[in-house]
């Protein structure tokens, strides 16, 4: 509101006393007819409603026109000069009892409820046809947020803690359900989270300030100081692609008594050997013999999410000769978006083995053959995953067939599974289940086997080191970047990392 001129400033032909004059404008509206104008005022006193209705005639006589109306509001509640101290009650004669509920868990029929929370936002609203006036405010617990409504000015900012009692109920005028007249409003001390850790506390590596665009909304004075209540002495910042915190940072950590790492979260292309075929341990074996398999899964996340369904056809010599096949149960609901895209249902997982019984079988079914999967660093990660919960070993050797499809059909533009199949005139599947897609994939496969045939690569081992040129070769904008965090070690790390940035940017 600085940058808006005050009611004096805009009107100096007006009278109008001082509290009127120092009334910062907020708009200004004109009628279609030019008859009439709307002035919206907001003042750091209550306006008088008789004050305003002599400097609206004022304003009809000096501009000619029919009507003017001034709507008045105050800036802000009136302050109380005394000290903000927990457990001070701001309304409401006795203590509040009873303890607080989440907001996440307020519901249409919840009715007197107990919450509490950090305030974010306070409206003061003076009536203009009388003395009264509304205060509403918006309060988080960070589950969720609710808004409060009272008759009358409350001592309030941005920023406390208060815990109210009241009736949550549907606000007609707002729309919205809201804690309407509560019974009970009191300063509560802040719930602040530690580190109950006792032992050697940890070093965060990876944060993200508001300068990683669309990535995050960290205040680094915040998390820096977060850090030093938990007792870390040390915390790297590392946006993505950009060092525009670095002075807040180091003031920040400076203030705090904590050690400052800079770094940054950088795009890295990798030119040499980004494209591989084979991962695992690179056993040196024969691809007449291995095992095409899909899984199907909660999520993309391989730690968190688990096992929906596996698929997978043993393959020997150019023709199918086991095939395996388990709906998996996960242990938890199928997400909605999962179930849309696979088709698979909790009714489906509901009687199916779990991770425990599934993935050893599968493991029992593989052996130690080739295995070949559809971006195999995923089906592998998550089998992975899961045989470290299971505490079981898993050592492994892979063929990547996305890899093997940039390498093998470089005029194509999608290397999806569908896409890959299409480009080999395969016939259509039943896509993203993972019997269908393991059944598809055995025949992509050999597909691949026999075009590697003619270069005479008949082993795993022989893929990468055919393709090594083309990978050199391959266009850079083509190539897929990932994520390098990059971290300062002393001051000539720190000039070389600058160079590095301008350079890229550049």
């Known amino acids: 509101m600085t940058n ?4 004096g400033e805009m ?13 910062v404008v907020i708009a200004v509206k004109c009628g279609k007819d030019k008859t009439t104008m709307s002035v919206e005022v907001r003042s750091e006193v209550p306006l008088a409603p008789m004050l305003l209705t002599m400097a609206e005639a004022q304003l009809r006589d000096a501009f000619g026109l029919k009507r003017v109306e001034i709507n008045a509001a105050a800036l802000a509640p009136p302050k109380s000069s005394q000290k903000k101290q927990a457990g001070e009650r701001l309304k409401g004669d006795k203590p509040i009892k009873g303890a ?4 996440r868990d307020l519901t249409a029929d919840s009715g007197k409820v107990t919450v509490e929370g950090e305030v974010f936002a ?3 609203h003076q009536w203009k046809n009388g003395g009264g006036s509304t205060t509403s405010f918006n309060l988080t617990d960070f589950s969720s947020s609710v808004r409060v409504k009272l008759t009358g000015a409350l001592d309030v900012a941005v920023g406390d803690w208060v815990r109210v009692q009241g009736n949550y109920a549907l606000d007609r005028f707002y729309g919205d359900y809201l804690i309407d007249s509560p019974t009970g409003i009191e300063r509560v001390a802040k719930t602040v989270r530690g580190d109950s850790h006792s032992g050697e506390k940890r070093v965060e590596l990876h944060l993200h300030s508001k300068m990683s665009a669309m990535d ?7 998390v820096v100081a977060t850090a030093a209540r938990w007792g870390h002495k040390a915390i790297a910042l590392t946006d993505h ?3 525009h915190d670095y002075p807040h940072f180091a003031d920040a950590a400076k203030k705090h008594g904590v050690k400052p790492i800079f770094g940054v979260e950088a795009y890295f292309v990798n030119d040499i050997d980004d494209r591989l075929v084979v991962s695992g341990d690179g056993g040196d074996r024969e691809l ?4 095409a398999f899909d899984l199907e899964t909660t999520g993309l996340d391989q730690v968190n999410d688990r096992i929906t369904e596996i698929g997978a056809v043993l393959m020997r010599g150019g023709e199918a000769v086991e095939r395996f096949s388990t709906m998996v149960n996960p242990g938890f609901p199928i997400p909605p978006e999962i179930t849309k895209l696979t088709g698979i249902t909790d009714l489906d997982v509901a009687v199916a083995p779990g991770e425990f019984d599934a993935v050893p079988q599968f493991l029992k079914f593989a052996g130690n053959r080739l295995l070949v999967a559809h971006n195999s660093d995923f089906d592998t990660g998550v089998i992975t995953q899961a045989c470290k919960r299971l505490g079981l070993a898993f050592e492994f050797t892979a063929i990547d067939t996305v890899a093997l499809a940039q390498n093998l059909l470089p005029e194509q533009s999608r290397y999806n599974l569908k896409a890959v199949a299409e480009g080999l005139a395969l016939p259509e599947f039943n896509h993203h289940r993972a019997v269908d897609d393991a059944e598809i994939l055995s025949r992509i496969m050999e597909e691949f086997r026999k075009r590697l045939d003619v270069l005479d690569v008949t082993k795993a081992s022989q893929i990468d080191s055919y393709f090594l040129d083309y990978r050199k070769s391959y266009a850079l904008e083509k190539r897929y970047p990932k994520h390098i965090i990059l971290l300062v070690k002393e001051q000539r790390g720190l000039r070389n990392l600058y160079r590095l940035i301008s350079e890229s940017h550049l």
């Open 11 to 23: 009107f100096a032909t007006v009278a109008a006393p001082d509290e009127l004059k120092s009334a």
């Open 216 to 222: 995050a909304l960290t205040d680094v004075d915040d």
């Open 241 to 243: 692609a950009v060092v």
């Open 4 to 7: 808006n001129p005050k009611f």
């Open 100 to 103: 607080s509920i989440k907001m």
């Open 288 to 291: 007449l013999e291995y095992i």
């Open 122 to 124: 306070v409206d003061f």
